[in-house]
């Protein structure tokens, strides 16, 4: 079983419509947890850490299920330039060996 | 300017040449990481480093070394590059494991 595993996607929404993505992490000592947002061919791009009381920045919301060991990401209201991948990344306490970044989730919104 | 930055941005080199990958970043952060990039495969560590003094391998290090020579830079060097050795190579940074990364444009490496 991977670390962390996202389901690869393509998920194709049309514009407007709300989405939402799962992350599960296999190690229950993690500590830390984000979500990254990669465009083609770009660097990731630091999109929210996520909290245990869940946080929540715009049309973006991010949960954190310790129980069940996911993390999840929820977008309202897409827009275009919300096509790009979504990395999940997990981290364990100050080693950064520890960091495991999942293998993304590509998000294509049509018109 | 960008905070993080890295040279070159796209290398194309033979198998067994000597190549060295810079970064240089001004978010004044201590730590810093050298990331590959595969197809399917995401994101893996290869090295990285807390201060200038510290150096310390990530999951994929053989093959590769590196040098921190100032808190705002950070080399990787492929000693003997190989064909697998191909892909998007990223730099980041961090001031601390909780605060998340901030990474450099990459740099897109082919060995023939």
């Known amino acids: 079983r991977k670390e962390v595993e996202q389901d690869p996607g393509p998920f194709n929404v049309p514009e407007g419509a709300t989405v939402a993505f799962n992350c599960t992490y296999s190690?229950?000592?993690?500590?830390?947890f984000f979500w990254y947002r990669q465009d083609c061919r770009k660097e990731p791009k630091l999109l929210m850490s996520v909290y245990s009381s869940g946080n929540e920045d715009g049309r973006f919301t991010a949960q954190l299920n310790r129980a069940s060991q996911y993390i999840s990401l929820l977008i309202r209201d897409s827009k275009l330039s919300d096509s790009a991948t979504y990395l999940c990344?997990?981290?364990?306490?100050?080693?950064?060996?520890?960091?495991?970044f999942g293998s993304g989730t590509r998000l294509s919104i049509r018109p | 300017d960008a905070d993080v930055t890295q040279t070159p941005r796209n290398r194309i080199t033979k198998t067994g040449k000597r190549i060295m990958l810079e970064c240089s970043q001004t978010?004044?952060?201590?730590?810093m990481y050298w990331y590959r990039q595969d197809p399917g495969l995401g994101l893996r560590l290869i090295y990285y480093?807390?201060?200038?003094?510290?150096?310390n391998k990530g999951e994929i290090s053989d093959g590769y070394s590196v040098s921190r020579q100032a808190q705002a830079k950070f080399s990787l060097s492929l000693e003997s590059a190989i064909p697998n050795q191909t892909a998007l190579y990223f730099c980041?940074?961090?001031?601390?494991?909780?605060?998340?990364?901030?990474f450099g444009p990459g740099t897109r490496l082919t060995v023939l």
């Open positions: 990344v997990v981290a364990g306490y100050s080693s950064a060996s520890k960091i495991i």
């Open positions: 978010k004044g952060h201590d730590r």
């Open positions: 480093s807390f201060d200038v003094k510290d150096i």
């Open positions: 190690n229950s000592a993690s500590q830390s």
């Open positions: 980041a940074t961090s001031d601390s494991t909780d605060s998340g990364q901030f």
